[in-house]
């Protein structure tokens, strides 16, 4: 990979880890801050790296980042969410609970375990097609659906408990 | 599965509704970044250049005899290693002024009045913070960026101007392309010349300037508003002038007209008699228009 490409590769896959490091860690700061040790290590290693293995590359990378760089505490998540900042048309109790069942939800996510919740969240909120995910986090589709289940059945057990 | 997943309490849903519910709304989800790609992008540079300039680690070996020295000494180079790092030079144009400097790498900037442009002392980066308006001169090379509280405009060897005021950018690109962020998006958006964009809060207006000009005649002294509502023309001209403006009257009001600034009266003139009002000049620095009897 040449320094023009490294550019593309930038592009492509800034938001992408950096939302990943975000569900890792809960901290939009330790994401911003780690992500540009993993495009370093890249851009270090770019000699080596084939441009249609770097995904699985920057993911990896960023795991381990994570991994030994961050003592994980207990994690809460505050994704910004657009379905309850619209306050025309809904009535207010709507509203309120849209927001209940955010707040619900993102504590549930946070309670998630790691390898599921990375498969939903790539999924819901990168967009990301079961076959894109295998190809990152190195796995088959099958274990990626397998993970997806696990994440479904999860969410449906903790969302019924009303805290 | 636990007891308490089994009771449901208030919800006449059975438990697939609550999944494909939480799939639904997770997708309105957004991780809330602090920073967009083209800034990360630019940090990075930065340590790319700061890794280049890095030499190699010394072997570590005994620890001198004379501890405290060699302490206070690093001590001492760490502050001056800081100031270094951080010290920056900034330029401000008051009121009723306007300005030009030329910046480390060649490029030029002239600053309108009431407007501030600030860069790092020692290490330049092509990279200002900047508000008020400025209409900027960047000579080719890698990026040069602009750093606003509403957004950063990134260009590559080119002519733009920038308002960056009271919560509002305004960016119109004369030569080359540019790319402007705003803080609040995830879109950049490239500018090409005879284009323009204004974002407040969250209107984002696209425009083409109207003529094939070179600069915008503010530099000239001349100031041309079209369609602009009143207020933003009296803040103009109290920036101009220097003066205060006191207001008695609607401000919805929008005028489309010009002043020059090298004579209060004539610019008073040409803002109040097609907006049919009156100008007293109270003294040196004040103004009093109200509607025309």
Known sequence: ?163 | MSEQGKSRKNKERPPEDLSSRAMEMAGHYRVPAQRSREEAWAVLQEKIRDRKQETHPVKSRRLPRRVFSVAATLLLLVAAGTWLLFSTVTVTTPRGKQTSITLPDGSRVTLNADSRLTRKRFFFGRKVRFSGEGFFRITKGAGFRVITPEGTVTVLGTAFNVISREKTLDVACYQGRVEVAPAKEKHPVILKKGEGIKIAGDKVNNYNLKEEKESPSWEQGLFRFRDTPLQEVLNELERQFDIRIEYEGTDERHYTGSFRNDSLEKALQMVCIPMDLEYIIRDEHTVILKPAE
């Not at chain 1, 490294?6 to 801050?33: M, P, W």
């Not at chain 1, 295998?134 to 969302?159: D, I, P, T, W």
């Open chain 1, 1 to 163: 990979m040449d320094s023009g490409s490294f550019k593309k590769v930038f592009d492509k896959y800034y938001d992408n880890i950096r939302n990943f490091l975000y569900y890792r860690s809960g901290s939009i700061e330790v994401a911003e801050d780690l992500i540009q040790d993993v495009f370093l290590k890249l851009w270090e290693n770019r000699e080596k790296i084939r441009e249609e293995s770097v995904g699985g590359y920057l993911y990896t990378i960023a795991a381990n980042l994570i991994k030994n760089h961050y003592r994980r505490n207990e994690i809460s998540y505050h994704f910004l969410n657009s379905l309850t900042q619209k306050h025309n048309t809904e009535s207010p109790e709507y509203l309120l609970e849209l927001q209940e069942f955010d707040r619900h939800l993102q504590q549930v996510l946070a309670k998630m375990p790691e390898k599921s919740r990375d498969v939903f969240l790539m999924n819901r909120i990168d967009g990301l097609t079961y076959a894109d995910i295998a190809g990152r986090l190195q796995l088959s589709v099958k274990a990626v659906e397998k993970r997806m289940h696990k994440a479904l059945s999860f969410l449906k057990e903790h969302l019924d408990i009303k805290i």
